[in-house]
Each structure stands twice: as C-alpha cells, then as structure tokens.
C-alpha cells in the first residue's frame, strides 16, 4: 500500500496530536519540560526493520490496539535500557543507574506508559472520532528488533511492510530518550484514512 | 608516487551480510541476523564444502504465497536446499542449527505461541528432509542475534541483549 502526500500529511498530523497529548503527561509526571519531534509516519518493508529499531538493550512497553477493531495494531512506548532506568530513578527518588531492573522499576515503566499510551490515543479519538483502547501494558526488557519482530509476526494481517507513527519524546533536565510508536494493522489505517478525509472534504 | 584504487586487503569493509525477516542468503561469507524475538535463524552448512545458508523464518506456514519464500517455515527449507544442492553441495554432508522462537509478550501470544510453532514446523521439516540438526537454542523469552560464520567450520555464535554469548 502507498500513500498519497496528502494522506502522509494528515496521518502526521494525526500522530502530532496523540504525541502532544503523551508528551503533556509525561512532562506533568515527570515535572519537566519534555520536546517532541515532528511525528514521522513511515512505511518500512519489514527485511528492513532492523534499519529503524536496533539491536540495544531496550525498554518496551507494548499495548494492543483494541476497541471499534478487535486488533487494531499496537502502540509501544520505546526506551533505551538507560533512560528507562533514568525516568523510573526520577519517579522513586533514587539515584543510582548502574542497577539491574526491580519490581518496582516495572511496574513504574507500566505505569507511565499506560498514562502516556491512553493520552495518545484519546488525541487520536478526539480528532477522528474512532475510539482505539489499550489493553493491559506489556513489558519487555530486551533488544528492540526482537520485541518488534514478535508483534509483527502476530498481527492479524500477513504484511510485507508496516506503518510506524514514530514520535520522539525526550526531556533534557533528566537526559531522558523515548519514543512512542503506533503500529496499525491495515485495517485500523483504512479506517484512519477514511476518517481523515471525510474532515478535509469541504463543507457542503 | 603509485596511486591505486584497490582495496587493502587488510580493511574489511563489508564482513558480514545482513539478514533481515524474511531474508536468506547463501555463500561462504559471515552472516548475521540481528534481534531473533519470535522468528528463527536456521543455518545450513556443509563442512566438506566451507559453503552455507541462512535464512531469517518470521511463520511457519507460507498458505500458498509465494512472494517471500524465505519468511516461512515451509518454503525456507526447501528453497535453501536447492540454492545449496545449485553449487554442488551433497545434502548428506549438510548439518543444520537453529536459534531463536521465543515468547517475548506472552500476555498477547498465549493463543498464538508464534514462537513455539515456528520452532516445531522447523523442526519437522527438517526431520522430513532427513537434515541433520546438530544444535539448537530456542525458546524462552529473550531475544537473539546470530551470528554465522561458514570460514570457521560453520561456527553459530549466539549473542543475549545482556551481552552474554555462546556458540551452538
């Protein structure tokens, strides 16, 4: 599937607004600035994938797309395994980096994701009007491309090429680096598509 | 002054071939697929012949597409066997390792186990070709890169996001 200039502009801007809403969470959370880039949607043949998201240790915190359609995609809040330590020490008061992951280091990467994931997609929701729920966060503490490569081999549609809304998000006071990708299923994109050009259709 | 263009032989410049999902490739040159979650890296190699094959499998079954061979279980196997068997290699010569089909998610893929499957349609295959498979590390719920080196007796290095590393 290729997309038009046009349908790129509004899927960004689709994305600029579930990431504006993720990054006010994450600023208020972490009482700090934060920055976000310009959102990117990108079409990635998936023999490629390992061009976009590497090998390093990794921080993901993967929701599935639920709601209107069953299995929408996914959204993954992305961490290097350093900022990942970084945002949590900011949360509980703590200092040192070099640790391994604790419980409660978990369960705060959860958390955090869950109030940045629900903000995105309310964004998202508010604009369309097309209701996508997270289901329960997902955890993983690994090499980026594999916990990648698993949701896609598990999407519902058989695909060559995936969609990635990628946004960075990242707050300078606690060197903190993250991005928050959206990954629909083709289904869940025809669907935005539609939406999108049903608003810039002129009024009648 | 003698001014050449040729590579020195002492810089490497592309030492090691990339395999992504769905990729293989065939040769006697290093390969590498890196961050295997739920796919697998399978390598065939014929000792007599220093000569090998790697393929990046994403699912077990193709369902009749044909577009991708190398992403599937069931048209990996015997495409790789023919590329092989194309420079000369005797298939009885052939043995075969395989790394990766963990369960990274396992609260979305408890109904799916895509992991799993991948490990055992590989596997059968395998046997059904009557290809011998001398080593394995599969399973459980990390992720792996792989790396294949046909030069050094068809060694398999496999590499954990902690840095840690064994050869199978």
Redo the contacts between chains.
Sequence with gaps: MSLSDIQKDALQELGNIGAAHAATTLSQMLNSPVEMSVPKVIAVDIAKLSEYIGEDPSAMVAFELQGEIPHGGYVIWYLSRDSAIRITNTMLGMTDTDRPFNEMDESALREVGNIMVSAYLDGTAELLGFVMLPSPPSLVIDMAHAAMQSLIAQMAEEINEVFLFRTDLTCLEHKIDSDIILMPENSSLHKMLNLLEEMMKPPV | MIVTTMTDPFVQTDPTA?I????YRVGSFRMAS??????IGLTLFSPEQKVGAMVHI??PESSG?T??PGKYADTAIPLLLNELSTLGVRKGSIICKIAGG????????AS?N??QRNIEKVKKILAEQNLRLVSEDVGG?????VYFTPQENGKVLVRL??GSSREI
């Design positions: 990339m992504g999902i769905g990729e890196i961050g295997l979650g739920s796919c994403m699912l597409r577009d991708r963990a369960t990274m998610f396992e609260a979305f893929s799916m895509i992991g719920k990390m992720g792996r890169s996001a902690n």
